[in-house]
Nanobody
Framework: QVQLVESGGGLVQAGDSLRLSCAAS????????MGWFRQAPGKEREFVAA????????YYADSVKGRFTISTDNAKNTVSLQMNSLKSEDTAVYLC????????????????WGQGTQVTVSS
């Protein structure tokens, strides 16, 4: 079993930056591919970014490419999402996800999910 706890959400203005963190705990959690998803009110959950457990490979949705950066600290079992140049359309609940297989994370079929942290960007 793996537990994921997100932190770092908040209310910011358009153009500001925010850094989200996801702390993973549990059995072999450091060997999991990790990802971030988001869900805005009335919309489907969408993929934001993912990273392999080694941190070598990263993947981004086109809508955040060049603005968001995902990184991992395996020593701390933490994955972070640095969000720069935030836009009002980035407003959503951001959820952390984990799975042994990267493909499952990318497809939104991760085994483990956090509770989410709210990010609100005012224009």
């Amino acid at each position: 079993q793996v537990q994921l706890v997100e932190s770092g959400g908040g209310l910011v203005q358009a153009g500001d930056s925010l850094r989200l963190s996801c702390a993973a705990s549990g059995r072999a959690s450091s060997r999991f591919a990790m990802g971030w998803f988001r869900q805005a009110p009335g919309k489907e959950r969408e993929f934001v970014a993912a990273i392999t457990w080694s941190g070598t490979n990263t993947y981004y949705a086109d809508s955040v490419k060049g603005r968001f950066t995902i990184s991992t600290d395996n020593a701390k079992n933490t994955v972070s999402l640095q969000m720069n140049s935030l836009k009002s359309e980035d407003t959503a609940v951001y959820l952390c996800a984990a799975h042994r297989a990267l493909g499952s994370v990318l497809a939104g079929g991760a085994d483990y999910w956090g509770q989410g942290t709210q990010v609100t960007v005012s224009s």
